[in-house]
Structure formats: C-alpha cells, structure tokens
C-alpha cells in the first residue's frame, strides 16, 4: 500500500490545495497512490469529514498533524482528544521530548519531518545540541527538498539507526506524491491502521519525483 504520509490542505496557513482536487489530480494523472495523510500545521483538523471523497475516488484520506518543536518540525499520527489535551498545537517551540512522550502516552506515533533542512529540521539541531531519545523514526524523502536535504536526511538516519518514510509536503495539488511511503502487502483502512503499521515497522520511502522524460 503506497501512501502519502505528508500533505497539506487549505486548512493549513499556507496551503493551497482543495482536498477534492488532490483526489481530482491523483487520478487525472494516474499517480500510484492508494491514499494520502493531511498534516496541517499546528493543528488538528477534528471536523472535516472527507469519507464522501473517500467513495467518489476510491482513495484512504487520513487526518494528522504538524507541530513546531525546540528541535524541528515533528509529524504526528493517531491526534486523539488525549493528546490534544496535553499538547498546545499552536506553540511554536514545544520541546520535543514532551510531543515524543505525550504522542506515546496517547497511542499516537510521532516522527521529526525533512530533518536535514536548516533551522526546522531536527539535524540541523543536533549538530548543536546533540541527539534527542526517543527518536526512532524520521522522515528522509521530501517533496519539497532542495538538494543536499534529503542526502543529509539519508545519512544521519542511517547513523543513528531511524526507520525512514516518504512524503509530498505538498501545500499545492500539482505536488503529492513527489515522494511517499510504501508498506508492503499491508492493507491501511483508518489512523488507526496507520499508526499500527508505522509501529510494526515494515515500511521504506519512495520518491515518484517527476523525471525530465516525464
């Protein structure tokens, strides 16, 4: 099941994209995904129901979040009122061992995004501060990358040993599905599966960057 762990609607500040249109453009272009994961900024999106989108274009619509931390930005799948009890979505520095302990009290799954871009990704961080406990997982392909991010992603996940996913970080339609995550023979159908196959841990980043034959 191919998916798209890493995208952002109009819900999110400076998204642009409709959610009906990603569905429109993913199969207008025949992208090879099975679904995809709406990460809007500092938020959770608790009443947007896209289950009608769902059935018109046979795709999985998942809801989760980005928030900002001391050491990145950080994605978080499985936001249950639990962890929205405990966690101000909109602070902009929340520490990081806090979003990691608090996803994991609540069943959720929290995992550092593009951590080789400067400033809001989670190496440039530990080149200063050193490396954070608690990281298992990190996101090493990145629609929205220039080069040498995803590289330095790559290199430092392999160092400390990370499981690695892939997403569009699309805030425009034309976007997802640069990159995604595959989890192979594996059948997601709600958060709740998310979380359990990141958990299980059988899964790999794949890149579906337009090619200049394309």
Not at 122 to 133: N, T
Not at 165 to 184: I, K, M
């Amino acid at each position: 099941m191919l998916l798209d762990l890493h995208t952002h609607s109009v819900k999110s500040d400076d998204g642009r994209a409709k959610v009906e249109n990603y569905c429109k453009w993913i199969r207008k272009k025949e992208l090879p995904l099975d679904g995809f994961v709406l990460t809007e900024h500092r938020q959770y999106d608790a009443e947007s129901d896209y289950r009608h989108l769902e059935d018109e274009y046979g795709l999985l619509i998942l809801k989760a979040s980005e928030v900002e931390t001391d050491f990145g930005h950080v994605l978080v799948f499985g936001v249950n009122d639990e962890l929205q009890a405990a966690l101000d979505f909109r602070d902009v520095r929340l520490p990081i061992e806090h979003v990691l302990y608090q996803s994991h009290k609540a069943g959720a799954f929290a995992a550092p995004c593009h951590p080789g871009r400067k400033r809001v990704g989670l190496f440039s961080h530990y080149q200063e501060k050193g490396h954070v406990e608690g990281v298992h997982t990190v996101e090493v392909l990145n629609g929205g990358s220039i080069p040498g991010e995803d590289e330095l992603s790559i290199e430092m996940a392999a160092k400390y040993g990370y499981k690695t996913f892939g997403g569009s970080d699309s805030h425009v339609v034309s976007r997802v599905g640069f990159c995604a995550t595959d989890f192979p023979a594996q059948d997601i159908q709600d958060i709740d599966g998310l979380v359990n196959a990141l958990e299980g841990g059988n899964f790999n980043a794949v890149s579906l960057r337009p090619t200049k034959e394309d």
